[in-house]
C-alpha cells in the first residue's frame, strides 16, 4: 500500500526534526548541565564506512527534551510520524531506547553503478537498552507491514537477523534488524549488511579513520549532538565543485548554555595551512561608536592580513563549492561593499583592506524606508591610515565626486559628494536661479583614535552620538561574545530581528529552512561567529546561537 512506502523518509524527517527540536527547546531548560550527553562520541560509528559523506547523531535520549519543549514540539512530532506507521511511542519506543539516535548518508550509490542513477545509501541508528525489547519492536513493525500487504523476508547475516520486505519498489525498501546495542534500519538490504561488516571488520568503520579520532577530540563533553562530514564527498553528493579541498573533513558540536546554543566546528586538513588570523585578547574596542541599531557587525584586526589567512583559505573553498566560480556570494547579503566595488571601481584588497592593520568594526544599519542598509565602517587610526585615506580622495576625485569639509555640530566631517547644478524657475521677467545640490556618497571623520567612514550624514552621527548607547555595552552583545573563547579572530555578530527582512531578500530559500525550523527560529535572538584555536592543521571556531527565554 502507498502509505507505507515513504515510512524510512519519516524516520530520516523525525531524526531531523529532534534536533531542530533540541536546539529550539534548550532557550526554555531551567537547567542546561541536566541534558548533558552520556557519551561525547556516537557509539554507532563503528557501523558508518570511514568513506561515509556524512554523519549526524543525537547524544541524548527524546524524552529529555519533552520537560522543556514550550509548544510540545516532540509531541506533535512524534503523533504525525508514528500515526503514519501503526507505532504507539509510548507503548513501543520508549522502554527501550537509548541516549543516542544517528543518521548516516553511507555511499552515494548503494549499487555503485551510475548508468542507472544515483540511489545514495541511508543508515539509522537508535541506542537500545534493552535488546529483547527492541527485537520485539522491529518484529512489530513489520507484522504492520505484512498485514499492509508486505511480502517480508527474514534474512541471517553474520549472527544477524534481518527483516525487510520486496514487494515495494527498490528506493522504498526498509530493512531493519537489531545489532551489538543497536536498531538499525536502512533503505537497502546492502546498506545493513555493509554495516554488520564495518563492526567485524574495524578498519573499515569510522572510527580507524585518523580524520575522525582527530576530530573528536575536538568536542566537549558536554555535546548533546554531533556531526561529521567528509567534505570532498559531501562537495559530490551534493553536486558542487571542490577542486583540491584544502580541509577534508569537518565535524560539528552542539553544547547546551544558559543563554543559548552553541554550535562548535573544526574543520581538518592533512596538508600545510597559512599562518592563523591574528589573535584577540579582548572585546574590539572600535564597537564602542556602532550603535545598537545595527543589524550586521563585523568586528576584529588586521584586515590588511586577512588575505593570506586560514580563514581566507577556508572561504576561498566553500564558495568555490557553493558557487562553482570563486564569486564572492556573501556580497548579496553584504550589499553595500558590492555596490562599492561595482559602481565606484574600487578594489576592496588593494584599496582599503591594505591599510587596515588595526582594528575595525564593519556595521550595516536597516532602514525602513529603503532596501538597502546603510553602513559604518570604524578604522583604528594607525600610521597607514591618512595615507588610505588619500587614496580614497584620489578615487572619488577620478569618478567625478567632490571632496569637502563641513561641520556637523563642531565635529570637523569630510564629504564625498556628486555636485549637480540646480535650477530654480521664477516669474518670467526675472532670471532662473542657478545652485548646487550635492548628493552624498560616503562621509568620514575623527573621534578618539578611530577613523569613521559611513554612508551618510544621519549614520556618521549615529557613529558620534553612540558612546552611551553603542553595542559594546549593550547586555544581549555581551552575553553572546561571553561565550565565545578567548583569544579569538574577532567576531561576525547578527541581530536575527532586525536582519531576518533583508536576509530574506538577498538569500530566498532561508525562507524554506524557517518553514522547516520554525521552533528554532521563533526563539532566536542573535547569532555570534568566530574563530579560535590554533593547533596545526585544524581551523576551530564556533556560532553562538542566543535565544529568547
Given at each position: 500500500?502507498?502509505?507505507?512506502?515513504?515510512?524510512?523518509?519519516?524516520?530520516?524527517?523525525?531524526?531531523?526534526?529532534?534536533l531542530m527540536?533540541?536546539?529550539?527547546?534548550?532557550?526554555?531548560?531551567?537547567?542546561?548541565?541536566?541534558l548533558?550527553?552520556?557519551?561525547?562520541?556516537?557509539g554507532?560509528a563503528?557501523?558508518?564506512?570511514?568513506?561515509?559523506p556524512?554523519?549526524?547523531?543525537?547524544?541524548?535520549?527524546?524524552?529529555?527534551?519533552?520537560?522543556?519543549?514550550?509548544?510540545k514540539?516532540?509531541?506533535?512530532l512524534?503523533?504525525?510520524?508514528?500515526?503514519?506507521?501503526?507505532?504507539?511511542?509510548?507503548?513501543?519506543?520508549?522502554?527501550?531506547?537509548g541516549?543516542?539516535?544517528?543518521l548516516?548518508?553511507?555511499?552515494?550509490d548503494?549499487?555503485?553503478?551510475?548508468?542507472?542513477?544515483?540511489?545514495?545509501?541511508?543508515?539509522?541508528?537508535?541506542?537500545?537498552k534493552?535488546?529483547?525489547?527492541?527485537?520485539?519492536?522491529?518484529?512489530?513493525?513489520?507484522?504492520?507491514r505484512?498485514?499492509?500487504?508486505?511480502?517480508?523476508?527474514?534474512e541471517?547475516?553474520?549472527?544477524?537477523?534481518?527483516l525487510?520486505?520486496?514487494?515495494?519498489?527498490?528506493?522504498?525498501?526498509?530493512?531493519?534488524?537489531?545489532?551489538?546495542?543497536?536498531?538499525?534500519?536502512?533503505?537497502?538490504?546492502k546498506?545493513?549488511?555493509?554495516?554488520?561488516?564495518?563492526?567485524?571488520?574495524?578498519?573499515?568503520?569510522?572510527?580507524s579513520?585518523?580524520?575522525?579520532?582527530?576530530?573528536?577530540?575536538?568536542?566537549?563533553?558536554?555535546?548533546?549532538?554531533?556531526?561529521?562530514?567528509?567534505?570532498?564527498?559531501?562537495?559530490?553528493?551534493?553536486?558542487?565543485?571542490?577542486?583540491?579541498?584544502?580541509?577534508?573533513?569537518?565535524?560539528?558540536?552542539?553544547?547546551?548554555?544558559?543563554?543559548?546554543?552553541?554550535?562548535?566546528?573544526?574543520?581538518?586538513?592533512s596538508?600545510a595551512?597559512?599562518?592563523?588570523?591574528?589573535?584577540?585578547?579582548?572585546?574590539?574596542?572600535?564597537?564602542?561608536?556602532i550603535?545598537?541599531?545595527?543589524?550586521?557587525?563585523?568586528?576584529?584586526?588586521?584586515?590588511?592580513?586577512?588575505?593570506?589567512?586560514?580563514?581566507?583559505?577556508?572561504w576561498?573553498?566553500?564558495?568555490?563549492?557553493?558557487?562553482?566560480?570563486?564569486?564572492?556570494?556573501?556580497?548579496?547579503?553584504?550589499q553595500?561593499?558590492?555596490?562599492?566595488?561595482?559602481?565606484?571601481?574600487?578594489n576592496?584588497?588593494?584599496?582599503?583592506?591594505?591599510?587596515?592593520?588595526?582594528?575595525y568594526?564593519?556595521?550595516?544599519l536597516?532602514?525602513?524606508?529603503?532596501?538597502?542598509?546603510?553602513?559604518?565602517?570604524?578604522?583604528?587610526?594607525?600610521?597607514?591610515?591618512?595615507?588610505?585615506?588619500?587614496?580614497?580622495?584620489?578615487?572619488?576625485?577620478?569618478?567625478?565626486?567632490?571632496?569637502?569639509?563641513?561641520?556637523?555640530?563642531?565635529?570637523?566631517?569630510?564629504?564625498?559628494?556628486?555636485?549637480?547644478?540646480?535650477i530654480q524657475?521664477?516669474?518670467?521677467?526675472?532670471?532662473?536661479?542657478?545652485?548646487?545640490?550635492a548628493?552624498?556618497?560616503?562621509?568620514?571623520?575623527?573621534?578618539?583614535?578611530?577613523?569613521?567612514?559611513?554612508?551618510?550624514?544621519?549614520?556618521?552621527?549615529?557613529?558620534?552620538?553612540?558612546?552611551?548607547?553603542?553595542?559594546?555595552?549593550?547586555?544581549?552583545?555581551?552575553?553572546?561574545?561571553a561565550?565565545?573563547?578567548?583569544?579569538?579572530?574577532?567576531?561576525?555578530y547578527?541581530?536575527?530581528?532586525?536582519?531576518?527582512?533583508?536576509?530574506?531578500?538577498?538569500?530566498?530559500?532561508?525562507?524554506?529552512?524557517?518553514v522547516?525550523?520554525?521552533?528554532?527560529?521563533?526563539?532566536?535572538?542573535?547569532?555570534?561567529?568566530?574563530?579560535?584555536?590554533?593547533?596545526?592543521?585544524?581551523?576551530?571556531?564556533?556560532?553562538?546561537?542566543?535565544?529568547?527565554?
Open positions: 500500500m502507498n502509505r507505507q512506502r515513504p515510512f524510512f523518509n519519516f524516520l530520516v524527517a523525525g531524526a531531523i526534526a529532534l527540536i533540541a536546539i529550539a527547546g534548550c532557550s526554555f531548560a531551567k537547567s542546561p548541565g541536566n548533558g550527553a552520556s557519551t561525547t562520541q556516537p554507532a563503528i557501523f558508518v564506512s570511514k568513506l561515509a556524512v554523519m549526524v547523531s543525537l547524544l541524548t535520549n527524546p524524552d529529555q527534551l519533552q520537560a522543556w519543549e514550550r509548544e514540539e516532540l509531541s506533535k512524534k503523533t504525525s510520524l508514528l500515526t503514519k506507521s501503526g507505532i504507539d511511542y509510548k507503548q513501543d519506543i520508549q522502554p527501550w531506547l541516549d543516542e539516535i544517528t548516516a548518508v553511507t555511499t552515494l548503494i549499487d555503485r553503478d551510475f548508468e542507472n542513477g544515483k540511489q545514495p545509501g541511508y543508515l539509522m541508528a537508535l541506542a537500545t534493552k535488546p529483547e525489547k527492541s527485537r520485539e519492536f522491529v518484529e512489530l513493525l513489520f507484522s504492520k505484512v498485514l499492509a500487504g508486505a511480502n517480508l523476508v527474514v541471517q547475516y553474520k549472527g544477524a537477523k534481518l525487510y520486505d520486496n514487494s515495494q519498489p527498490q528506493q522504498d525498501l526498509l530493512v531493519g534488524g537489531v545489532v551489538d546495542g543497536f536498531v538499525l534500519f536502512a533503505n537497502d538490504p546498506v545493513l549488511r555493509d554495516a554488520i561488516n564495518n563492526v567485524q571488520v574495524p578498519d573499515l568503520n569510522l572510527t579513520s585518523p580524520q575522525y579520532q582527530k576530530a573528536t577530540q575536538q568536542l566537549p563533553k558536554e555535546s548533546v549532538a554531533v556531526a561529521f562530514l567528509n567534505l570532498p564527498t559531501v562537495a559530490q553528493w551534493q553536486g558542487l565543485e571542490l577542486p583540491e579541498p584544502t580541509y577534508n573533513s569537518q565535524i560539528i558540536s552542539l553544547a547546551l548554555n544558559p543563554k543559548g546554543l552553541l554550535a562548535e566546528t573544526s574543520f581538518l586538513t596538508s595551512t597559512v599562518t592563523p588570523s591574528s589573535p584577540l585578547s579582548k572585546p574590539v574596542d572600535a564597537l564602542q561608536y550603535p545598537t541599531s545595527a543589524s550586521l557587525v563585523i568586528a576584529s584586526s588586521h584586515l590588511n592580513d586577512l588575505a593570506n589567512s586560514d580563514l581566507a583559505q577556508l576561498t573553498q566553500v564558495k568555490t563549492a557553493i558557487s562553482g566560480s570563486g564569486t564572492d556570494i556573501v556580497s548579496r547579503v553584504v553595500p561593499l558590492k555596490e562599492l566595488q561595482e559602481s565606484r571601481n574600487i576592496l584588497q588593494q584599496d582599503i583592506f591594505s591599510w587596515v592593520q588595526g582594528e568594526a564593519l556595521a550595516l536597516p532602514r525602513e524606508d529603503q532596501i538597502t542598509p546603510d553602513w559604518m565602517f570604524v578604522v583604528e587610526k594607525l600610521a597607514g591610515v591618512p595615507e588610505g585615506i588619500s587614496r580614497l580622495d584620489a578615487i572619488a576625485s577620478a569618478i567625478g565626486l567632490s571632496t569637502s569639509t563641513l561641520s556637523l555640530d563642531q565635529q570637523k566631517i569630510s564629504a564625498w559628494a556628486e555636485l549637480t547644478a540646480a524657475q521664477t516669474d518670467r521677467k526675472e532670471r532662473p536661479k542657478y545652485g548646487i545640490e548628493k552624498v556618497q560616503g562621509v568620514h571623520t575623527t573621534l578618539g583614535n578611530y577613523e569613521i567612514f559611513a554612508s551618510n550624514l544621519e549614520t556618521l552621527n549615529e557613529a558620534i552620538a553612540a558612546k552611551e548607547n553603542s553595542l559594546i555595552k549593550d547586555r544581549s552583545f555581551q552575553n553572546s561574545i561565550t565565545i573563547p578567548r583569544p579569538n579572530q574577532g567576531y561576525v547578527l541581530d536575527w530581528t532586525k536582519s531576518q527582512d533583508l536576509l530574506e531578500r538577498q538569500l530566498p530559500i532561508l525562507k524554506l529552512v524557517e522547516v525550523g520554525k521552533p528554532f527560529f521563533n526563539s532566536l535572538r542573535s547569532l555570534t561567529v568566530s574563530s579560535y584555536g590554533s593547533e596545526p592543521g585544524t581551523l576551530k571556531g564556533g556560532i553562538f546561537f542566543q535565544l529568547y527565554k
